[in-house]
């Protein structure tokens, strides 16, 4: 079975730093996806980016990149320029490619980011 | 941009008895999926569907579970019997089978979610 572990329940930055937030995983599998979804209190479930296993370059997504490293199973979201609007929860989140059909996504237990001025 | 809804935002029932929580998918998706948050817990996969039957589900959900797509926008999850530990974040969620084309890479959206508490 899949897991994904996020080991830092919380994380604090300053409003214009960087903060890197941390996730590994552990799978059988060769070909699967990894996300980091935003929750914000408002509770929707927000994506923030992904990444496809088979390809090497690191996601990025404006102020928001990964360090994807597939030998060690790790999957790191670093966010650039910390807005107030940034404070939340982060879910890293793996699924199993599958064509054809739905794949459910196995989440990890989040970490809460908050901003400070 | 188009929306995952849910309704309603927030269900009080008490033990015992059947409730059913609403979600309209994004109206071309085809994949559905519902995942529950226990406060304070990870997001946990409770089950997918497609093409009118269960592809997926986790152990959680049991005989007391079950969904349905009853007409053409709306997916359904009903609890029959509830149980205090029921208490959850319900999330619902759908995915569109053609974004990215063919190679499974489909985000899932996700609704705000229903808070269902068992009393």
């Known amino acids: 079975a899949q897991t994904v572990t996020q080991s830092q329940p919380e994380m604090s930055v300053q409003e214009a730093e960087t903060v890197t937030l941390s996730c590994t995983y552990d799978?059988?599998?060769?070909?699967?996806?990894l996300f980091w979804y935003k929750q914000p209190p408002s509770r929707q479930m927000i994506l923030v980016i992904r990444?496809?296993?088979?390809?090497?370059q690191n996601a990025t997504e404006n102020r928001f990149s990964v360090n994807f490293q597939k030998a060690a199973k790790s999957f790191s979201l670093k966010i650039s320029d910390s807005q107030l609007g940034d404070a939340a929860m982060y879910f890293c989140?793996?699924?199993?490619?599958?064509?054809?059909?739905?794949?459910?996504?196995?989440f990890g237990t989040g970490t809460r980011l908050q901003v400070t001025l | 941009e188009p929306e995952v809804t849910q309704t309603p935002s927030h269900q009080v029932t008490q033990m015992g008895q059947e409730v059913i929580l609403r979600c309209v998918p994004i109206?071309?998706?085809?994949?559905f999926y519902w995942y529950r948050q226990i406060l304070g817990q990870k997001v946990e996969f409770l089950v997918s569907?497609?093409?009118?039957?269960?592809?997926?589900k986790s152990e959680i959900f049991d005989d007391q579970f079950s969904v349905e797509r009853p007409d053409g926008s709306n997916f359904t999850l009903k609890i029959r019997s509830t149980k205090l530990e029921d208490s959850a974040m319900y999330f619902c969620?759908?995915?569109?089978?053609?974004?990215?084309?063919?190679?499974?890479?489909?985000?899932?959206?996700f609704g705000d979610g229903t808070r269902l508490s068992i009393l």
């Open positions: 969620a759908s995915s569109d089978p053609w974004t990215g084309g063919l190679n499974g890479n489909q985000p899932q959206h």
């Open positions: 799978t059988s599998e060769s070909d699967y996806y």
């Open positions: 990444q496809e296993a088979y390809k090497q």
């Open positions: 989140a793996y699924r199993r490619r599958r064509t054809g059909t739905a794949s459910k996504l196995t």
């Open positions: 109206s071309n998706h085809l994949y």
């Open positions: 569907f497609y093409n009118n039957e269960i592809s997926e």
